[in-house]
């Protein structure tokens, strides 16, 4: 278990826990208590690399935060306490309600352990399957489509793939930002081998994009159409792989005739893209033997999502193309445990180690190898049912783990209505203060990332160990002890009487081999019954690992490949093709919501923020909501570059600000997923977003909802960056953001403060009359009326309290100089009073916008490198100004910043 001492000046190999890439990470504790990470060469997701989230992974152990101990309808109470309660609950709610009146809703991050646990709980001794994860909100549909053609959810291709393909095909994939070292591995393929071709289909024109790329921005939603357009091409053209449809798969006939019932001109139509583009797309798919299609959320988190899946795998399956090096489809996770999740049947609909749920010798073996009294038999809820039924009054006991509800479920705001409600929520998790703790009965404190000891695994089926590093804070448990705690309460001590986690993954690994192997993808029989000191040397390894063989060694490949010759884990060994007839998406936009909103992730941030905020460093990128939107669609709605403007749907709204940009689609708006009410007062755009979903997946439509945008006409902005973040902010658009030294803060308002001065002293946290002009050492107040500018800085101790800028426009105060001033001196009244001029003086630039993080280097330095010192290349740049030479995740943007600043340059060359 993790309370083994931890060791000082010891470096510990671990794992990233935040993208489905599951890089391994070395953390090294120091005797100061300060800990610092770098990436494990030996790791083979990452061989050393990290991107910037994970580089700044040490920044994010403080304990600001964090939830040390239970608590007890808001007081602190001791574990037995907590413990019993939350049994207690459950038992009067089974007993009076029935076991389906109970639900878990867990989360991607917990370890697979955690998962293991939790379902064995609820599948096998509670006897519902009311348990899903928010990995359903992620790549449900993969697992949908997986089943559907393969008979398993199996991921047939490894990462190496991405190295030895001619052609890769991302879809609805901003690998650059969302899994940015899974993107650099492509990056230095391509590098070294310039004839790598790249397809990007997506709407916007993301930073994947900007690699060497045909970008094709296609009409959200209708990818169905173009793959069947691809299908329909390649049978048409000779690509068909004869030997390998007939031996090893089904139904190819069926899918070809419905994906045929579309001609180009139809499929131009639908998706946007002009014919000699998609002919282009589909002739270099047809002309290359290995093709790899990378597909993430763009493709999962949609209501035709299973059949986006099963397009795509049907132009595998027809090829042949699958299963082979550099081929195959290849989904790529959003969370740190996703897959492992899958693994251990973290989704409503399955059971652990990939048996199913619906078939009875799966559920029986199961249940004589639990020793369970009472099996799940038919799939639980899933995530937007299972909210649904806790605001219908039926589910009235709920434990989440580790995730956060009410920010991250399609139409948040019913979400925190339905916990409003619940007889009985009990939340565990590290954070003490998130928009859906502010719900939770019982908290339960969780040990985090850094403290606990489990496995993960990654988007190529690859498990590694996540070890602790750090004593647990507090009274802080891990995840799997604090269910198994409870279940011993419950009455099942036997089944839940663990020693720590290599006891779980032992029990774990053993399911795996409970019915016949041939049938069955998932086998780990090679690694159970492995002991706690094997489980902590265990290095990464990917499944299967079958029983070991007569030397004693597990049985493993280093990078393993599914199906190249079929063996496909459905009755009669063959893959099936799925007939995915083009649907529109289920709501279209109106005369009242004209566009569509497309939801996502942005470089520095992960989920609702609660990790990554606390980096002043990530935060630095970008540090508030905003919505990115095409020029004539600002132009039509009246919205100016900088301002703020709501974003409304059927189900909610929120304040964003405008980002006006033509590499966004026209009729569509992007806005990122993390902001929560803790970092701004309207950012949470779930409560927009639609509770529509895919049919066969359940997972909802993340990147379709018809909105309507307007100017927030805001009669004042501000800016202000301060030691201490206010306890209660009331203007009507604020986002505050992590600053080294204390906070930044954006704001705006409807109606100025009458007296600006008040409203500081509040804001600053000082006590009334701090800001008395005749203090004019300590306190400085520039004020011009004509323009309305206000302009208010505190001192203490020479160093600057707070500061504010207030204006009749956007702030145009460089933020990054304004974040800098909360960690310099101020020795002298000049150097005080240049803070009033709202920028940096004469011999200091301005670095304008973080683009990288790692360095603080920002636009205009990068822009002033191109133009003034001639660099050319993301290379030279990294060589002056050492941008882009860390974790490299800003790559792209800096290459594209480039290619900006010198196509201006030669505009303007052509002016002269
Ligand atoms: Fe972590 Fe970045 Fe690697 Fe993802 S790509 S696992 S976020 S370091």
């Known amino acids: 278990m993790t309370s083994k001492a931890i060791k000082v000046h010891t470096t510990t190999a671990t794992t990233c826990p935040y993208c489905g890439v599951g890089c391994g990470v070395l953390a090294t504790t120091k005797e100061d208590g300060t800990v610092s990470v770098t990436g494990d060469l030996e790791h083979p997701a990452n061989f050393g690399r990290l991107c910037s989230k994970g580089a700044a992974l040490h920044e994010t152990l403080s304990l600001e935060g964090r939830l040390l101990a239970p608590h007890l309808f808001g007081k602190m109470v001791d574990w037995e306490t907590a413990l019993e309660f939350a049994a207690s609950q459950f038992i009067d709610c089974i007993n009076t309600h029935g076991a389906e009146s109970v639900a878990f809703y867990l989360s991607g991050q917990l370890l697979t352990e955690d998962y293991y646990v939790a379902n064995k709980l609820m599948k096998g001794f509670i006897g519902t399957a009311n348990i899903d994860t928010n990995s359903r909100l992620c790549m449900a549909s993969t697992v949908a489509g997986h089943k559907r053609a393969f008979g398993t959810d199996t991921v047939p291709g490894c990462y190496e793939d991405l190295t030895c393909a ?21 990056m230095a393929a391509q590098e070294s081998r310039p004839e790598m071709k790249l397809v ?18 296609i009409a959200p939603g209708s990818d169905v159409a173009l793959f069947n357009g691809l299908l329909s091409f390649l049978e048409k053209n000779g690509a068909v792989e004869q030997n390998y449809v007939d031996a090893h798969t089904t139904g190819v006939r069926g899918a070809c005739k419905a994906a045929g019932k579309q001609g180009l001109s139809t499929i131009a139509n639908i998706t946007g893209l002009p014919e000699q583009e998609i002919l282009q797309f589909y002739h270099s798919f047809l002309g290359t033997e290995r093709v790899v299609t990378v597909y993430s959320q763009g493709v999962n988190q949609s209501s035709s999502g299973t059949d986006k899946v099963n397009a795509i795998i049907n132009c595998h399956l027809i090829t042949g193309r699958i299963g082979k090096p550099g081929c195959g489809p290849f989904s790529v996770t959003g969370q740190p445990n996703a897959m492992g999740g899958r693994e251990v049947g973290g989704l409503s609909n399955q059971l652990a180690s990939h048996l199913s749920l619906e078939n009875l010798e799966h559920r029986n073996a199961l249940q004589k190898f639990w020793k369970a009294p009472k099996m799940a038999n038919k799939p639980g809820l899933k995530a937007v049912e299972l909210f649904e039924a806790v605001k219908a009054g039926k589910i009235k006991a709920l434990w989440i783990m580790g995730t956060n509800p009410v920010d991250s479920l399609p139409e948040a705001d019913t979400v925190r209505s339905a916990l409003e ?4 929520v009990v939340i565990s998790d590290v954070v003490l203060k998130t928009d859906t703790t502010a719900y939770a009965d019982l908290l339960l404190p969780a040990a985090a990332w850094g403290e606990k000891d489990g496995t993960v695994t990654n988007s190529e089926r690859r498990i590694s160990r996540q070890r602790a590093f750090l004593p647990l804070p507090g009274v802080t448990k891990p995840d799997w002890w604090i269910t198994s705690e409870v279940a011993k309460r419950m009455g099942f001590r036997d089944a839940f009487c663990y020693t720590g986690p290599a006891d779980i993954f032992d029990e774990y690994t053993r399911s795996t081999g409970l019915v016949q192997s041939d049938k069955r993808d998932l086998d780990l029989t090679g690694i159970s019954n492995v002991d706690e000191a094997a489980y902590d040397a265990m290095s990464p390894v990917m499944w299967p690992v079958k029983k070991r063989c007569k030397a004693g060694k597990p049985s493993f490949e280093k990078n393993y490949r599914f199906f190249a010759k079929g063996h496909f884990f459905t009755e009669d060994g063959k893959a099936r093709f799925i007939p995915t007839p083009y649907r529109k998406p289920q709501t279209s936009p109106s005369k009242e919501y004209p566009l569509i909103l497309n939801t996502g992730r942005v470089r520095d941030q992960w989920h609702t923020m609660t990790r990554t905020s606390l980096s002043a460093r990530l935060m630095a990128h970008i540090g508030e909501p905003f919505a990115e939107l095409h020029p004539e669609d600002a132009e039509n709605f009246a919205i100016e570059g900088a301002s703020l403007l709501k974003v409304t749907s059927s189900h909610g709204s929120i304040i964003a600000r405008a980002v006006i940009t033509d590499r966004q689609l026209k009729g569509s708006v992007f806005v990122p997923m993390h902001w929560t009410d803790q970092f701004t007062a309207k950012g949470r755009v779930d409560c927009v977003v639609s509770s529509q979903t895919d049919p066969v997946s359940g997972q909802p439509e993340s990147k379709f909802t018809p909105i309507a945008i307007s100017p927030f006409r805001a009669s004042w902005y501000g800016f202000a960056v301060l030691r201490e973040k206010p306890n209660s902010l009331t203007p009507e658009y604020w986002a505050a953001a992590k600053a080294k030294g204390g906070w930044s803060l954006e704001l705006a308002g409807l109606q100025k403060p009458d007296d600006c001065s008040a409203f ?18 300590r306190a400085l107040v520039y004020n011009d009326p004509t323009k309305g500018h206000i302009r208010i800085a505190l001192f203490e101790d020479n160093q600057l309290k707070a500061a504010l800028f207030v204006a009749c426009e956007p702030v145009t105060v460089s933020r990054i100089w304004a974040r ?34 790692c360095f603080s280097v920002g636009l205009n330095q990068i822009t002033n490198a191109v133009v003034k010192d001639h660099c050319q290349t993301v290379n030279e740049l990294g060589a002056m100004l050492n941008a882009g030479t860390n974790c490299g ?12 600043a010198l196509s201006s340059q030669i505009g303007q060359n052509r002016k002269c």
């Open 200 to 217: 990007v289909i997506d709407p916007r024109k993301t930073a994947t994009s900007d690699l060497d790329c045909h970008h094709l921005p």
């Open 820 to 853: 800098d001033l909360l960690t310099m001196n101020f020795e002298t009244t000049a150097q005080r009073l240049a803070v009033l001029a709202a920028g940096p003086g004469e011999g200091q630039p301005d670095r304008g916008a973080i683009v990288c993080s």
């Open 889 to 900: 995740s800003c790559r792209p943007e800096i290459r594209r910043i480039i290619d900006e």
């Open 166 to 186: 001619d052609l890769i095909v991302l879809v609805g994939s901003n690998l650059a930002w969302c899994h940015p070292v899974l993107y650099q591995r492509i």
């Open 760 to 777: 500081a002293e509040k804001l600053f946290c000082c006590e009334d009359g701090a800001l008395n002009q005749n203090n004019n050492d």
């Open 421 to 424: 409600t619940c007889p009985f």
